[in-house]
């Protein structure tokens, strides 16, 4: 392949062009008229615009893509994660035109995108699932007798869906009907798929993923695990790898259960395959995604692999370079994901301008960012600014590490996700492991981030004070040098 289009915007568009430069394969970008301005838009060797700021008349505009993709002559496109990512009317049109995706085939995203029949999948390959319904429920009479057998509490979920949409937990019998029909409504109005489905509610829940790689010649290895379990609004703040809480034996017979449902699937590229870890460490199949996820760097970082340029040598039919042996894990890695919300208002976007962006830099940090000082964040997209990975030999030195990182990561105009980041990462609960995807409503609240801001200004207040009293010091001792040569000079020369 010699040209590769991004068909995605910001961080994750520069990232992927940085490993095409490095592979001597050009760029070309599109993007929205709110992106005109930006890093990646620079960076790429063609830049096209292909609409207005919203994503339905822009980035998610397939044909429009296409149609810069063939004046181009571009060989392969690569959707990143979100917007065209895991759409197979994409995937099949690509395929018409003779592009090639740098993702996997339409069949894999439709038999994966439905949790319904990703169950059946995983069922079929003997991995294990939460005990629940086998297919969609269609009412409260079909709910009622299964719920009961299942127990409660129990959650019901959409097929389609993703992102806390169409869920609901049920503490009791009296609640299904009412939550059974509001999930689906829910799920109807976000998916255009009313289709859901019960499971038992796992309380204390840890979240877990495995990243693979398959090529098209029947080989598939996983990359180990992916902790992320501090969420917010069921989507990930932070994430680790490796977990602090698997054994051996519980990372070996994960993998293997990823490896199996990915070949369940004809999958081609990389994926993650999603599990539900409980309290007591037994693990429950949840889902898979069909694309590049946004925390991939920490699987980079402890492996030293390059999944981006494993996707492209994968679409243009190469065999995988490795074999599952052939993968070391080494080291540490966190990330932080750095977004222009106010955790002290629930998490909501603060869309502003960039007064001050001042990146964190020194041994171990990465920042996978496509943004700049001065500029502002749209509020037509997701407002992540960035992606702040500190890696190290041990998970301590990781935390200190991303501590120092984030205590140095200089951004003012909007509110930011950093001071919560540092929260969550020097709280006990997260340096002894001891933590779940419950974490931010266990142990978070506005105050433990007023209170820092205090502390950090009272102790500014202290340096200034002492800062202006020695500053007084030095310039009476300059004045007594200065009046003590001024009697020595005169004496001298009197």
């Not at 020695?470 to 001024?486: C, G, H, L, P």
Request: hydrophobic share 40%.
């Amino acid at each position: 392949m010699k040209k590769v289009l991004i068909a995605n915007r910001g961080e994750i568009a520069l990232r992927i062009m940085r490993t095409c430069r490095e592979m001597g394969v050009k760029t070309v970008a599109v993007f929205s008229e709110a992106d005109r301005s930006a890093p990646f838009v620079r960076y790429a060797d063609e830049a096209f615009c292909i609409g207005p700021p919203p994503s339905n008349q822009s980035y998610l505009d397939y044909e429009k893509i296409i149609e810069v993709a063939k004046k181009t002559q571009t060989e392969g496109i690569h959707p990143g994660y979100g917007f065209l990512s895991e759409n197979p009317e994409f995937a099949r049109r690509l395929e018409k035109e003779g592009i090639k995706l740098i993702g996997p085939p339409a069949s894999a995203m439709e038999l994966m995108g439905s949790k319904l029949a990703a169950k059946e999948a995983a069922k079929s390959h003997n991995v294990p699932l939460v005990p629940g319904s086998d297919g969609a429920i269609a009412d409260f009479n079909e709910a009622k007798p299964i719920a009961k057998e299942i127990g409660f509490p129990l959650l019901i979920k959409a097929s389609a869906g993703g992102g806390g949409k169409g869920m609901r937990i049920v503490e009791n019998e009296s609640e299904i009907e009412e939550q059974l029909q509001l999930a689906m409504n829910e799920a109807r109005s976000a998916f255009g798929d009313p289709s859901v489905f019960i499971e038992r509610y796992v309380k204390s829940p840890r979240h877990i993923e495995i990243q693979i790689l398959a090529d098209t010649h029947g080989n598939v290895v996983h990359l180990f695990e992916r902790e992320c379990s501090i969420q917010r609004r069921h989507q990930k703040v932070v994430e680790e790898a490796p977990s602090s809480v698997l054994t051996e034996t519980i990372r070996e017979a994960m993998g293997a259960c990823a490896v199996n449902i990915s070949k369940a699937c004809n999958y081609v590229g990389a994926g993650t395959v999603e599990f539900l870890l409980d309290e007591n460490l037994e693990f429950y199949f949840l889902e898979m995604n069909t694309r590049l996820q946004v925390e991939h760097p920490v699987s980079e970082m402890i492996t030293g692999i390059d999944l981006v340029r494993q996707q492209i040598l994968i679409a243009d039919g190469h065999q995988l370079e490795f074999t599952q042996d052939q993968i070391v894990r080494k080291g540490h890695a966190i990330e932080v994901r750095v977004y222009a919300e106010d955790p002290s208002n629930n998490f909501l976007p603060d869309i502003g301008k960039l007064v001050t962006y001042d990146r964190p830099q020194g041994p171990g940090i990465r920042v996978d960012d496509g943004f700049e000082q001065g500029m502002d964040i749209p509020i037509y997209y997701d407002p992540m600014i960035s992606k702040l990975i500190a890696y190290a030999d041990t998970r301590d030195e990781a935390i200190e590490r991303m501590t120092r990182a984030i205590d140095e990561y200089e951004i003012t105009g909007v509110t930011t996700t950093l001071g919560f980041c540092k929260f969550a990462i020097n709280h006990e609960a997260f340096k002894s492991g001891n933590f779940d995807t419950h974490f931010v409503q266990s142990y978070f609240t506005p105050e433990v981030l007023t209170a820092e801001i205090q502390e950090n200004e009272l102790a500014l207040a202290a340096f200034l004070s002492l800062h202006s009293v020695e500053k007084k010091e030095d310039s009476k001792e300059q004045e007594n040098n200065s009046v003590n040569n001024w009697k020595r000079n005169r004496t001298r020369f009197s």
